[in-house]
């Protein structure tokens, strides 16, 4: 098992939470906020994906979704804004 997925064995355990998620899906969406928007933006937009799903119901299908709208509206930012 490597770091990355003991962590996350760890942090959901230490969380109360028992959801499998698509890691890459995520990682994917936080690469693409840090470079079309700015390197901070990714970890807060990675809270408000998980926030947004939670609100939709939660489970793995509304943080894939809500991952993907974050990571449209990303990749539509193009880094036209400001940066950090």
């Given at each position: 098992m490597s770091t990355l997925e003991q962590w996350l064995v760890a942090a959901?355990?230490?969380l109360g939470i028992d959801i499998e998620v698509d890691?890459?899906?995520?990682l994917d969406m936080t690469k693409e906020v840090a470079h079309n928007v700015a390197r901070p933006a990714a970890p807060l937009t990675?809270?408000?994906?998980?926030y947004?799903?939670?609100?939709?119901g939660g489970g793995p299908?509304?943080?894939v979704a809500a991952?993907?709208?974050a990571a449209?509206?990303?990749a539509r930012q193009g880094g036209s804004?400001?940066?950090d």
């Open positions: 959901k355990a230490e890691v890459d899906e995520l990675a809270f408000l994906v998980g947004a799903a939670a609100r939709a299908a509304a943080v991952s993907r709208k449209a509206l990303a804004t400001d940066g």
